[in-house]
Structures are given as C-alpha cells and as structure tokens.
C-alpha cells in the first residue's frame, strides 16, 4: 500500500518518511493501520498453518505425522495466534484507518502511543514463537492456560508466554485508551453519539470491554507467575488455592474477549449491509442500544464455560438465564440486518457476499451456542468438537468473514484501485463453501462424542475427519488468493473514485481515493 | 486540563482498577465459597455452642483420604465410616508416616461433600490448620474434631469428609529462602 499512497504525499507539506523509518516512527493513523493490518495478516497465514498441521494429523485415525507432544502446542498456539494476533489486530488495524476518518478527526487523539501500541506487538509474538526453539518447546496447555496446567505442569518457556501476554495485554489496552479517547474527544462538530456510524459505536463499545478485562487476563498471568516462581499458592490447592479459581479469573476476561472479537465485526457488516442494500440501516437506534446490552451482559454469564466444575444448582441457572438472554439483542441485530436488505435494491458486490454469508453463518454459530448454553446438555457437549464448531462458526465465518468484508469494503479506499471482482467472487465462493466443509461436519463428530483437544480418535469418526481436512485444506489455500487480490489492487485495477460504491453514505467516502495521507485537518461540518 | 487529558486519566485509572479487581477476585471467591459451601470448602476451626433443645439426627460420614500425584506418604484414617449423631462431638484419628529418607512437608486439604453440607461440618480441631513436618520413617498420629450442625438439611444423608496430601517440601523451602 505504501506505493500508493507515495505517489500522493507531495500534495503536502509534510508527506510520510522514506524507507524503513517511515514506518518504525510513524504516528499516521493511516500507516499503522496498514501496519496492524499486515502484521495480522502475517499472524492469520502462521496460525492457519497451524492449524493445517493439525488437520493432517487428524487427516486419518492413528498417529500420523507430528508427536502428541508437538500437536498440544499447535494447538495452543493456533488459538492464541488467531485471537490475539490476527483477529484483535485486524480490527485495531481498520479502527486506526476508518474511525477517524468515519468522525472526521485529522489522527488518532495519542499517535505516539499509537506507534508503541503497534510496534510492542511484534516483540509479543517474537517472545511467544521464540520458545518453540527453546528446550521443553512452546506453551502447550491450550489458549486457555488453565492451571495446574499452565503452572504445576508448565513446559520452561511458560514464562516467556506470561510475558508475551502481558505485552500484547498492554498493546491492547494503549489501542483501546487511544480508541475511546479519539471518539469522545475528536469527532466533528455535529456528529453527536446518535449519529456516529455503527463501526465507530461498535469499537467505542469494544474498547470500553477491553480496557475492563484485559486487566484481569494480566492479573491472570500475574498469578500464575507468583505461583510459579515466587512460592505463592493462588491455583495450588496444596497451599490453599484453588485451581478453579484460575477459570473463574479467566473466563470473567474470556467471555467479554469474545465479544472483544465479534462486536466490530457488526459495524462493519452493519455498513456494508447497508450500502449494497442502498437503503439506511433498519433501526440504528436499537442497534446501538444492542451493542451496548451484549456488552454489559457479558460481564455477567462467564461460568457458562465451566458449567461442569461443579457449580451450586442455582450457579448453573443464573448463568444459564443470562446466557440466553444475550440471544435477545443478537437477535434484534440479526433481524435489523435482515430488515434492510428487505425491498432493498440489492447487488452482490464482493463485499456483500461476505457480510451475507455472516449474518447466515454467524446465526448458526449463535444457535449451537444457545444449544451449550442449556446446563444440563452442556454436560454432553462439553469439550467436545460441538464446542470446536461453534466456536469456529463465530470465529470464522463470523469474526473473520466480518473483516474480510471490511477489507474488500475499504480496499479502494486505501490502495486507490479496485479489487479484482471476479477474483474476489471467486474467493467468497471457494471461502464460503470449504469453510461450511471444515465446521459443520464438526457438530456431527461432537455429537456423537468426539473430544477435543486430541491428536488421535476413535475409528468411527474418521471419514468425518478426513472431510473435515479436506475442507480446512481447501480454505487455508483459498485465502492465499486473497493475498494475492490486495497485492493486485495496490499495484493495478480501475481507478476508484472517492465515493467508491454507489451511494455509500459517512465521511470517509467523501475523501479522494486513495486516501490523502492527512485528512480532515479542518473538521467537515456534519448537520 | 484538556478534555483528553481528562479522558486519558479516566482511562488509566479503569486500568488500574480492573488489575486490582482481578486480585480482589482471590478473596471474594474464597468468601463466596465460603458461604455457599462451593467446592466443599469448609472454615477454619469453630467452636459453636446450640440451644439445648435441638433435634439430633442419624447421619453417616465417610472418611476418605489420597495422596496427591507423587506423595510418598502413607496416609490414612482409623475409621472408613461411622454412624454418628448431629450436635454430638467427634473425633477420628488420622496417621502420616513418611517412608522416604528425607524430611518433608506435607499439607492436608480438606473437602467436603456434598457440597450445600459443607458449611454444616464444623471442625474444632484438625491436623489440616498447619503442615506437617516429618523426619525420614516418622510416624504421626493427628485428630480431627467436629461436629455436625443440627441444622443440616435433611435431604443430606451422607457426607463425605475427604482430604488430598499435598507435598509442599519444595514450595516451603522457597518461602523460608525468601523469608
């Protein structure tokens, strides 16, 4: 991208640096969304590659290719690497482009923190994949770190990925102060709350979430460095603790974390919903006010994924209830969405696909959650490979078809060109079947009792596995053309005019394509 | 102070506040289980006085004691079961002996279940309150006192007093260095 936008920089007095220093020093908000942008992109092809090398392991029954040992950590590292290193990046990334130019802001409201928040990152993932080549290898107790695990039974390097936590914790944290502060403080005059667009209200949201629990993760990660190292006894029941306490800790930071990774991804579908449909969004108001009721729920249904610790009957239906009624404003978001497109005049842009296929594929990862959500069946699916497909269903089609949709959406915006149409269809299709491939069949294995977590199983589930490979092959691939499309686009394609989609609506459709590296050094006027 | 500045401030300061909340979450789910008996923690030593008048029931309670992973010691009740009466005081008496030629330290964590009777099962005196020390082949002999509260539900028939030997040698002499 920087191509591209060097060809523009002398319209100003000070265009950005040349070469390497250009983008260690920036404090662009454009730069170093770019930066969070391919830095996750990056991190999105090394936890894919992961998790290929796990599905060739369970391509057929039986030990096939890498040592149980070496599975655990793949396993641990593909989830850590996509929550924390693609999909949270991605979408700081495109916070750092979008909102201010979305409020008419000329920067983000802390560049130089903006320059800290992103260049730490690289040194968390530098330390966290450095102690694979270290003896005792990588973290290999799951994402979620549950001690004894993570602390009693620790491979060495555990402390390395304590610090790597706290790292990407505090990047997170710095990203969120600046997000929320460039909002409230920096819009334009005459954009109040109610007329923000809804990513910029999804991410005030978020932001608000992170700084709340990220936090805990790091008080988390603090515990289990004490009782690793300095004889304290927070998870250790010999000394008076308790290991369940860690799931209560981590789970009153995981559950808001997971709506961390799926509230802008409605923002961002909310607008290109809207555009493609070429009306305005069905019930703005009641979208916000849907964003904020998930939010606050959150906070408040965390042992839903713990159901089976061994919880006081009136526990296990508290959160049951309050779990459930998250499917309350989800649903008022899911129906607002559908109320659009209603009688809308509709075209199916690359964009669009995407978010259609979300709003599709993300309902039925919120309905196999209502499913685990009901106590006494969660005893039956837990830790099984229901629990993997729903979490996939959100997290794939959901989370990461949202900013796919978000990227081709703003591509033009960026680079100045048009994506290959053809090419990204092309991508959608490939996307949208090999990923229902990969995660449906999943619910099937869960069901019929498959565990997760395991580099072996049982005879009766391997042509499901084989198809399941299959599927995860297919995709891993497919998303090496949608590499190849954003390299496409920033050197060649049709000129994109500054509106970029026909009757797009905001204020980041009003500047020139490709963006101008300053924008809104005079706030626009917004009535 | 400028407006973000002030934001700014906030901000931190919420930071601050969620790590500490995060280590406040240590005591409060410590009080919590307390109170509702979750996870079978019981409290520390009572002494609890009742009307002369209660009504005593018959309620059995099961003794059962394991060594934690790699814990040497052998470890073990007097008594599997007894048939005992609400309000009445007990005790029972439990053996350590340590059959490996060096000291250790060892710490006995009790729990009780089912879970809503755990806060009914007092404990007036018990080995578990401190560690255990033990010379190479010493043998120890600790009771346990307690008496059940009459005010046990009576859809709680049974209850199960269990504890796990924990091997606490190298984590006590990480303290007593650091001390």
């Keep these: 991208m920087s191509a591209v936008i060097d060809s523009h920089s002398d319209d100003h007095h000070h265009g950005p640096a040349k070469g390497i220093t250009r983008w260690l020093y920036t404090t662009n908000h454009k730069d170093i969304g770019t930066l969070y942008l391919w830095f996750s992109f ?96 990588g973290p290999n107790f799951g994402w979620t770190f549950y001690a004894p695990l993570s602390t009693t039974y620790a491979p060495p390097t555990v402390t390395f990925f304590i610090f790597a936590v706290h790292i990407m914790g505090a990047s997170s944290i710095m990203g969120s102060i600046n997000i929320i502060t460039t909002i409230l403080n920096m819009r334009a005059p005459g954009m109040t709350f109610m007329k923000m667009p809804l990513f910029t209200w999804t991410w005030l949201i978020t932001a608000y979430l992170l700084i709340a629990v990220m936090p805990v993760l790091a008080g988390a990660v603090t ?105 309350i404003p989800t649903g008022v978001k899911v129906f607002n969405w559908l109320s659009t497109m209603f009688k809308g005049s509709i075209s199916f842009e690359t964009p669009m696909l995407f978010s259609i296929a979300f709003v599709a594929l993300f309902t039925i990862g919120g309905l196999s959650g209502l499913m685990l959500a009901i106590a006494p069946a969660d005893f039956q699916y837990h830790d099984t490979y229901f629990v993997v497909a729903h979490f996939h269903y959100v997290l794939v089609p959901g989370a990461i078809f949202g900013i796919i949709a978000g990227v081709y959406y703003w591509l033009p915006k960026w680079t100045g060109n048009m994506y290959d149409e053809v090419l990204g269809k092309t991508h959608f299709w490939m996307s949208f079947i090999s990923v229902n491939i990969t995660f449906f069949p999943m619910h099937f294995v869960g069901l019929a009792g498959m565990p997760r977590r395991i580099p072996d199983y049982a005879l009766q589930f391997a042509d499901f596995n084989m198809v399941i490979s299959i599927g995860a092959f297919i995709f891993g691939l497919t998303q090496l053309l949608f590499l190849f499309i954003i390299l496409k686009s920033i050197f060649a394609g049709k000129q994109a005019t500054s509106e970029v989609w026909e009757g797009a609506k905001g204020l980041e459709w009003t500047v020139a394509s490709p963006a101008p590296y300053h924008t809104f050094e005079t706030p626009p006027e917004v009535k | 102070m400028k407006a973000a500045t002030k934001t700014n401030l906030k901000l931190v300061s919420l930071v601050l506040g969620m790590f500490c909340f995060g280590f406040a979450l240590v005591p409060i789910y410590d ?75 060892a710490q006995a964590i009790p729990s009780v279940s089912p879970g809503k009777g755990a806060q009914y099962f007092h404990k007036t005196e018990c080995f578990c309150f401190e560690e255990q020390l033990l010379q190479p082949g010493e043998k120890l002999t600790m009771p346990v006192r307690f008496i059940i509260d009459p005010d046990l539900p009576d859809d709680v028939p049974v209850l199960t007093l269990g504890y796990t030997l924990f091997d606490i040698t190298e984590s006590h002499i990480k303290l007593q260095a650091s001390n």
């Design chain 1, 42 to 137: 990056l991190m999105l092809f090394l936890g894919g590659a992961m998790a290929m090398v796990i599905r060739a392991e369970l391509f057929e029954p039986g030990s096939q290719i890498v040592s149980p040992e070496f599975y655990n950590q793949m396993l641990t590292n593909h989830g850590l690497i996509m929550v924390f290193g693609a999909v949270m990046p991605a979408f700081v990334g495109l916070a750092n482009w979008i909102i201010p130019m979305q409020i008419g802001a000329p920067d983000m409201a802390l560049p130089r923190m903006n320059n800290l928040s992103f260049w730490i990152l690289p040194v968390a993932f530098g330390i966290l994949i450095s102690t694979f080549f270290m003896e005792g290898g």
């Design chain 1, 223 to 327: 515990m289990m460095l004490m009782d690793i190292h300095f004889g304290t006894s927070f998870f250790n029941a010999a000394g008076g603790g308790d290991p369940v306490l860690f799931q209560h800790i981590f789970w009153f930071f995981g559950h808001p974390e997971v709506y961390i990774m799926i509230l802008p991804a409605f923002g961002i579908v909310s607008h290109i919903i809207e555009t493609f449909s070429r009306k305005p969004i069905f019930g703005y108001t009641s979208m916000v006010y849907a964003i904020a009721s998930i939010a606050i729920l959150s906070f408040i249904v965390w042992a839903h994924h713990m159901f089976t610790v061994g919880m006081p009957i009136a526990g296990e239906l508290f959160f049951m209830y309050t779990t459930m009624l998250i499917a």
């Design chain 2, 31 to 105: 009080v919590f289980c307390e109170i509702t008996g979750l996870n079978g923690k019981v409290s520390g030593p009572t002494i609890t006085q009742y009307d002369e008048n209660f009504d005593s029931r018959e309620i059995k309670i099961l003794f059962v004691t394991k060594n934690n992973e790699n814990m040497a010691w052998n470890f073990t009740s007097e008594k599997r079961t007894i048939d005992a009466e609400t309000g009445t005081a007990y005790t029972v008496d439990y053996t350590f002996e340590n059959p490996t030629d060096y000291p250790m330290v």
